[in-house]
C-alpha cells in the first residue's frame, strides 16, 4: 500500500509510535522529502533528501549497490547516517565505493553508509534517518502480508492512532 496525503502535511506523525508498531503487525517506511544542498571536497551540491527508516529498502524493494543502509539501531540513536542513490554516488565521487566518506548537509556533518538503486536516474537522492529531515512525511508505504482481505482499511485503521487519517 503506497500513500500520498491529499493535503500538505504540517505537522509530524508520531514518528516513535509507528516505529513501536513497525515489524509487528506491519512493514512500513515513509519519506520526508526536501531540497537539501550537499557539500564534499569544496563543491557544493543540489540534493533531494529523503528522510526515512530502516525498512525503505526493503518496502520499496529496492538494491543496495555498496554498503548497507541505516539500521534500527542507527536511526534510534539518531546517528547522522546517509545513503547516496546511484545518480549522486557517480556525480560526486565518480564511483560506487564512497562508504565512510563524510560529507555536508546543510551544514551537518553526515557519514555515507552505502549506495541504494532507487530507479531514479534524474535526481540525486540522499536518505537520510527521518529525525534529521527538516520536513514531515509527505508519503507512506506499508507491506501487509498478502492474506489479509482488506488491505487499504487495514492500513488507515493502523495510521489512524498516529495522527494519520484518510486526509
Same mark, same amino acid.
Given at each position: 500500500?503506497?500513500?500520498?496525503?491529499?493535503?500538505?502535511?504540517?505537522?509530524?506523525?508520531?514518528?516513535?509510535?509507528?516505529?513501536?508498531?513497525n515489524?509487528?503487525?506491519?512493514?512500513?517506511?515513509?519519506?520526508?522529502?526536501?531540497a537539501?544542498?550537499?557539500?564534499?571536497?569544496?563543491?557544493?551540491?543540489?540534493?533531494?533528501?529523503?528522510g526515512?527508516?530502516?525498512?525503505y529498502?526493503?518496502? &520499496?524493494?529496492?538494491? #543496495?549497490? $555498496?554498503?548497507?543502509?541505516? *539500521?534500527?539501531?542507527?536511526?534510534k540513536?539518531? %546517528?547522522?547516517?546517509?545513503?547516496?542513490?546511484?545518480?549522486a554516488?557517480?556525480?560526486?565521487?565518480g564511483?560506487?565505493?564512497?562508504?565512510?566518506?563524510?560529507?555536508?548537509?546543510?551544514?551537518?556533518?553526515?557519514?555515507?553508509i552505502?549506495?541504494?538503486?532507487?530507479?531514479?536516474?534524474?535526481? &540525486?537522492n540522499?536518505? #537520510?534517518? $527521518?529525525?534529521?529531515?527538516? *520536513?514531515?512525511?509527505?508519503?507512506?508505504?506499508m %507491506?501487509?502480508?498478502?492474506?489479509n482481505?482488506?488491505?487499504?482499511?487495514?492500513?488507515?485503521?493502523?495510521?489512524?492512532?498516529?495522527?494519520?487519517?484518510?486526509?
Amino acid at each position: 500500500v503506497f500513500a500520498v496525503p491529499r493535503k500538505p502535511v504540517n505537522e509530524a506523525p508520531d514518528y516513535d509510535g509507528l516505529e513501536d508498531k513497525n515489524g509487528t503487525d506491519y512493514l512500513l517506511t515513509y519519506e520526508a522529502m526536501d531540497a537539501g544542498s550537499l557539500k564534499f571536497n569544496h563543491k557544493a551540491y543540489d540534493v533531494i533528501l529523503k528522510g526515512t527508516n530502516y525498512l525503505y529498502p526493503y518496502v &520499496m524493494e529496492q538494491r #543496495i549497490l $555498496a554498503g548497507s543502509f541505516f *539500521s534500527q539501531d542507527a536511526q534510534k540513536s539518531k %546517528r547522522k547516517l546517509a545513503v547516496m542513490n546511484k545518480k549522486a554516488a557517480f556525480e560526486i565521487f565518480g564511483n560506487l565505493e564512497i562508504t565512510n566518506a563524510d560529507i555536508q548537509i546543510n551544514g551537518q556533518t553526515f557519514s555515507v553508509i552505502g549506495v541504494i538503486d532507487d530507479w531514479d536516474k534524474n535526481n &540525486m537522492n540522499i536518505y #537520510i534517518p $527521518a529525525c534529521h529531515s527538516e *520536513s514531515y512525511a509527505n508519503a507512506f508505504a506499508m %507491506r501487509i502480508s498478502g492474506n489479509n482481505q482488506t488491505p487499504l482499511a487495514t492500513a488507515e485503521n493502523k495510521f489512524k492512532p498516529f495522527g494519520i487519517t484518510d486526509n
